[in-house]
Structures are given as structure tokens and as C-alpha cells.
């Protein structure tokens, strides 16, 4: 059989190279208390090396931290109302497989901030995203303006891990994260959105548009905005168009104006359609609001408004429809 000594080469081998499966781990162990009143502190978030997915105290101000491995690491301490603390920690071959730290004093702090600033641009033509949504973790904290600027001054983050995220309709999302370990950070960053394909051509979309309205208004429902009327008016917002339209009242809202028929009983927003597409309610505040910081008026060919059921095409006269409906459509 010449398996054997094949096999022991083999055996020879891995011990000179050494096996990375076997590579020594401990185990962490340790707890974090108030500094100030010395009791624990449960859901304390511990990053290990800015890692992702941290490890929290448990009720008694525990952690446990497993599968750490021979190196140098840092230590990321944070919970919301308390300073962060960042302590470096060297892990050796000399370790047991358990290794207890601390106990650590997190004092109370005021908010930690951030001012973040910069652009956005699109990544194909290098052209600023105009009204581009900018988000800190999950919150709306600022739109972009003309020139695809945007600045949240001294805004409350949290200690630690920070996402922040930039939306804007016909463009991918974009995400990157902060991180804050000080008082306050200062943060400057060049954005770049990519661009989602277009799927239909343009005089397909504005032809049919147009076909299907030339039907509505013969019957005498609902309101067209044309293209040529928002070019005279040149709004800065979209819903700045619909204050003269009859049925409708606009009224300010938690970032952009609200759109409403002026015989509302009970309705928060109508609905909006861009494209034919239903855009979803965000958490933080009405769709007829976003129709604000979606689109830009420069982008728009024209907008039906429709304040009541009563001649609201079939495909969009569905649940929700009796506050009525808001079409736009792109110049895609």
C-alpha cells in the first residue's frame, strides 16, 4: 500500500505550516457598573475591533465574549446616556481558554453629536443629487440642496456604531456607518449614488400619460399639472404646485408640506404614485411629504391630482383611495 506514506507526508507537512483550525480562542469575560452609583448596567453594547454585531451586558452588567483570537483588539464600551470607553486588549498564546476583565465604570454623559456634511453626486455623470434624502439611523436628518449639499449640525448619535444612509427615488440607497467614541465628531464625505436602470422609454411613458388623461378630463375629473406649467412656476417643491389646485389644501408638514382634500374627515395624507408605483408610508412621517424630497420639479413631466374617489383610475382607486390620489409622473 502506498497510502501510508502518502498520508505521513501529508501529517509532516501540516505541522511545518502549522494548522490555522487549531488556532488558540478565549473566551471574555467581565462586567460594566454606573460609575456613578456603582449599580450594573445592563445593554451595554461591547464592539470588539469595530465589529458589526457587539455583545451586550446582561442584567447583573455581564458580558461574555467568545471565539477571541491571539491578537491585539480594542474594546468598544457604549450605551446611550453614558461617555464611551475604548480600552486596547492583547490576547497571547499564554491565555487560558477563560479571560476575566474589568469590572468597568461607564459615568453618565451628556448626548453624544455629530455634525456630518458633504455631497451627493451621481457616480455616471458627476452631476450633484438634488433633494436626496439623508439619513441617521433610520431618521431623517437633512435633504440635499442645490448643489447636492447637505449639513446636520451638532445632531444626537449614538455611542458607537452609527448608520447613515442616502435615498433618492431612481437611484440605488446608499449606506456607510459612523463611529463615535467622542463628545462630538465632525464628519465630511463625498457621496456617490448609483443611478437604477430606466425601464421604459421616454415618449412611452409620457405618451401614455397623456392618452390616458386626455380620457379622464373629457369626463371631467381630476387635475393636470403640466410640464409647461411647472417650468413658468419653477417651485423649489412639488407640493408649492398644488396650492391652487381646487379640492386640495397644503399644510406644512414634519419635513415637507402635506397635501390634503379640503374635506378630509380623518385622512393623514393622500396616496402617492410616481411612475405608477405605490410609494410606501415611511415611519417618520406621511407618503404626500416625501413626494417633497422624492422628486425634484425638474424631474417632473406632469402630476394629476385627484381629491376625491370619483375618477380615480381603476388601478389606483384601491384601499385608501377615498383621501385621495396624487400621480406623478418622471421626465424618465
Known amino acids: 500500500m502506498r497510502l501510508a506514506p502518502i498520508l505521513a507526508?501529508?501529517?509532516?507537512?501540516?505541522?511545518?505550516?502549522g494548522t490555522t483550525a487549531q488556532e488558540h480562542s478565549v473566551t471574555l469575560k467581565g462586567i460594566i457598573f454606573d460609575a456613578t452609583t456603582g449599580y450594573a448596567l445592563p445593554e451595554v453594547a461591547i464592539h470588539v475591533d469595530q465589529n458589526l454585531i457587539p455583545a451586550h451586558t446582561d442584567t447583573i452588567g455581564e458580558f461574555l465574549i467568545t471565539g477571541l483570537t491571539t491578537d491585539s483588539h480594542t474594546l468598544t464600551m457604549a450605551k446611550r446616556g453614558y461617555g464611551p470607553r475604548v480600552y486596547s486588549l492583547a490576547v497571547t498564546e499564554h491565555h487560558g481558554d477563560t479571560v476575566e476583565i474589568g469590572p468597568?465604570?461607564?459615568?453618565?454623559?451628556?448626548?453624544?453629536t455629530a455634525t456630518i456634511s458633504g455631497t451627493v453626486v451621481d457616480s455616471k455623470t458627476g452631476q450633484p443629487v438634488i433633494v436626496s434624502g439623508v439619513y441617521v439611523n433610520g431618521t431623517l436628518a437633512?435633504?440635499?440642496?442645490?448643489?447636492g449639499g447637505f449639513t446636520t449640525e451638532r445632531i444626537e448619535v449614538l455611542p458607537g456604531l452609527n448608520t447613515l444612509e442616502y435615498r433618492r427615488l431612481g437611484y440605488q440607497p446608499f449606506e456607510t456607518r459612523l463611529w463615535a467614541v467622542q463628545q462630538h465628531t465632525d464628519l465630511d464625505l463625498e457621496v456617490h449614488l448609483d443611478p437604477l436602470p430606466v425601464a421604459v422609454p421616454p415618449v412611452t411613458v409620457e405618451a401614455r400619460y397623456l392618452?390616458?388623461?386626455?380620457?379622464?378630463?373629457?369626463?371631467?375629473?381630476?387635475?393636470?399639472?403640466?410640464?409647461?406649467?411647472?417650468?413658468?412656476?419653477?417651485?423649489?417643491?412639488?407640493?408649492?404646485?398644488?396650492?391652487?389646485?381646487?379640492?386640495?389644501?397644503?399644510?406644512?408638514?414634519?419635513?415637507?408640506?402635506?397635501?390634503?382634500?379640503t374635506r378630509a374627515h380623518g385622512c393623514l395624507s393622500m396616496r402617492l404614485f410616481i411612475?405608477?408605483?405605490?410609494?410606501?408610508?415611511?415611519?417618520?412621517?406621511?407618503?404626500?411629504?416625501?413626494?417633497?424630497?422624492?422628486?425634484h420639479p425638474d424631474n417632473v413631466a406632469a402630476i394629476?391630482?385627484?381629491?376625491?374617489?370619483?375618477?380615480?383610475?381603476?388601478?389606483y382607486n384601491n384601499r385608501g383611495s377615498a383621501c385621495g390620489v396624487i400621480l406623478v409622473w418622471t421626465r424618465r
Not at 9 to 17: G, H, N, Q, R
Not at 223 to 237: A, C, K, N, R, S
Not at 304 to 315: D, I, K, R, T
Open 142 to 147: 437633512d435633504l440635499t440642496n442645490d448643489g
Open 104 to 112: 468597568y465604570a461607564l459615568a453618565p454623559a451628556e448626548a453624544i
Open 275 to 295: 411612475d405608477g408605483q405605490f410609494i410606501e408610508t415611511d415611519s417618520s412621517f406621511m407618503p404626500a411629504e416625501q413626494l417633497d424630497f422624492l422628486v
Open 9 to 17: 507526508a501529508a501529517a509532516t507537512m501540516l505541522a511545518a505550516t
Open 211 to 261: 392618452r390616458e388623461f386626455e380620457k379622464r378630463t373629457h369626463l371631467g375629473f381630476g387635475h393636470l399639472v403640466t410640464q409647461q406649467e411647472i417650468e413658468e412656476q419653477h417651485p423649489f417643491f412639488i407640493s408649492e404646485l398644488m396650492r391652487t389646485i381646487p379640492g386640495v389644501i397644503v399644510k406644512s408638514g414634519i419635513i415637507g408640506n402635506r397635501v390634503l382634500p
Open 304 to 315: 394629476e391630482v385627484f381629491p376625491s374617489p370619483a375618477g380615480v383610475p381603476v388601478q
